[in-house]
């Protein structure tokens, strides 16, 4: 008879399993070399035992802040062995923005590598509270004792995060995306069924490790026993050259990428390469009809696909066969997921096919819950805020990726969060001016960041410059990549019956005045 306690949830080791199973295959390739699945088993093992001696254990909070490297994926394996949780921090945002994360997240400890160096130590000035490890200097540990059998797993809890992630909140406070293991497993199982899972596979990562899209190939490779091929940045020249020498089969991109590898002077050569891959994963944000339309005429296996933090990554996608007859959709749901349009008035209206509404989620791979809100109920469909629709068939049709969010370059800004710190800029304070920020269609970033400041006629010319704006929003720890890259002025805002400034009829203004300048 079955214990009433026994415990379901519980997997072997991925990586464990591997390197017993696979152990000699080829599972990383990094700056020119490459490990095996023995060896990067091995290299976690010795990780994990090291933060074990600094007392990481059972349930702690690692932030990790550095770039892609094979560190990267061992300590992510070694917090793995110790049930650790991995907090992953966008290595372009600011001390003060990773500061509040880290302090959101109660974290003690900060991982990062040599170039994060000063950035670290900015950090711990603010807040000596959080320890640091500079993981290419080593441990520099006495490790001649043996770990005990507490400090190190060789099993997963399903239901345990594994990974908190964050990502810009509605009201501009960025909110920590709580993933379980659970919601990796079901979310690469149901990638590699979708997919197809090839054991000759190398899947080129040049997306961020600290972004879900990134993270999500990592597991992949442990569970489904690919090869993985991981740049350190994105360097259109580089990949391409992967794509002809490294026996790439797949490669995960955002427009934006795609678009400057197409751009590169040395594509044409490698076009036949590029159209020998097994498929490209397009996804992160909208694409352009130009570009769907380049790719076609290319016959570059694209798929693009739709998902999100909160969802381990992806939630559809559409296979590179299916592109021609359904342009435009970004596919049916993965096998773990359910999708459902509402309205988008009453969530409890579902909508018939063909009609926008809100654009609904529900599966094994959708996150527990955000860092210091409620858990999401195991029923509860979460509401995406992007609309979209479904056609006859099921295929998802995305209008506009959350109404608000801006989407430049992959990377997600919540137009409140840049808000904020316009509003605090001494000019417009001084003549009360309103700001607005809004997402502009662009087709290299697919959207740019646009600040729009109402004034009347009469102090509108003591407005604050672009440039001005901009080097205020440094000064104020806003990252790089959310400041504004275009600078307009109305004489007022159009509004709603409640006083809120309509966005989408600001957005509508600046589009009518096609041939007018920015200020």
């Avoid at 056609?391 to 959350?402: K, M, N, P, Q």
Wanted: charged letters at 20%; proline letters at 4%.
């Amino acid at each position: 008879m079955i214990s009433q306690t026994a415990k379901f949830c519980l997997s072997p080791n991925w990586l464990c399993h591997r390197s017993k199973q696979r152990g000699d295959r080829t599972a990383l390739v990094f700056a020119g070399k490459s490990w095996t699945f023995a060896e990067i088993e091995a290299e976690a093992r010795s990780i994990s035992i090291g933060l074990a001696s600094l007392g990481v254990t059972l349930g702690s909070r690692v932030a990790v802040l550095m770039s892609n490297h094979l560190n990267y994926v061992t300590l992510t394996h070694a917090l793995t062995k110790l049930g650790s949780i991995e907090v992953l921090i966008n290595i372009r945002l600011t001390a003060a923005e990773i500061l509040w994360q880290l302090q959101d997240c109660d974290v003690k400890l900060l991982v990062h590598d040599l170039a994060r160096s000063e950035l670290a130590r900015a950090i711990q000035i603010c807040d000596p509270s959080i320890n640091l490890l500079n993981l290419e200097l080593g441990l520099e540990l006495d490790l001649g004792l043996e770990p005990t059998t507490e400090s190190l797993r060789e099993e997963i809890d399903l239901d345990a995060v594994q990974s908190i992630i964050y990502t810009s909140g509605t009201t501009g406070k960025p909110k920590g995306v709580q993933l379980t293991y659970g919601n990796h497993f079901h979310s690469a199982i149901a990638s590699g069924l979708n997919l197809g899972i090839d054991g000759l596979d190398n899947w080129l990562i040049c997306l961020p490790l600290y972004h879900v899209g990134g993270l999500s190939i990592v597991w992949r490779s442990a569970i489904c026993g690919i090869r993985i091929a991981i740049h350190d940045r994105f360097d259109p020249a580089s990949i391409i050259q992967s794509i002809c020498t490294e026996q790439v089969t797949l490669i995960s991109l955002v427009p934006t990428m795609l678009t400057r590898i197409l751009n590169h002077e040395s594509f044409s050569d490698a076009l036949p390469y590029w159209q020998k891959l097994r498929c490209i994963l397009l996804g992160g944000a909208a694409i352009d009809r130009a570009l769907l339309a380049k790719c076609d005429r290319l016959q570059l296996p694209i798929a693009p696909t739709y998902g999100l933090t909160e969802a381990a990554s992806q939630v559809t996608t559409l296979l590179p066969s299916q592109v021609q007859a359904k342009p435009g959709s970004v596919g049916l749901p993965l096998l773990c997921d359910r999708i459902k349009i509402v309205s988008i008035e009453d969530e409890c209206v579902e909508l018939p096919s063909g009609e926008v509404g809100q654009i609904l989620v529900k599966g094994a791979n959708v996150m527990l819950g955000y860092v210091n809100f409620p858990p999401v109920e195991i029923d509860r469909w979460l509401c995406t805020g992007d609309l979209g629709y479904l056609d006859a068939d099921g295929f998802l049709y995305v209008v506009s990726r959350r109404s608000d969010l801006i989407v430049s370059g992959g990377e997600n800004i919540y137009p409140a969060e840049v808000e904020s710190v316009l509003a605090l800029h001494p000019s417009i304070v001084k003549v009360s001016a309103e700001v607005c920020v809004i997402g502009i269609d662009d087709r290299e970033w697919g959207q740019i960041v646009v600040a729009v400041i109402a004034t009347d006629l009469a102090t509108a010319k003591e407005l604050p410059s672009l440039q001005a704006i901009r080097i205020f929003c440094l000064e104020q720890h806003l990252a790089s990549y959310k400041l504004p890259k275009a600078l307009y002025k109305l004489d007022a805002f159009p509004k709603t019956g409640s006083g809120k400034i309509r966005r989408q009829a600001v957005r509508s203004i600046l589009l009518d005045r096609k041939t007018s300048s920015p200020a």
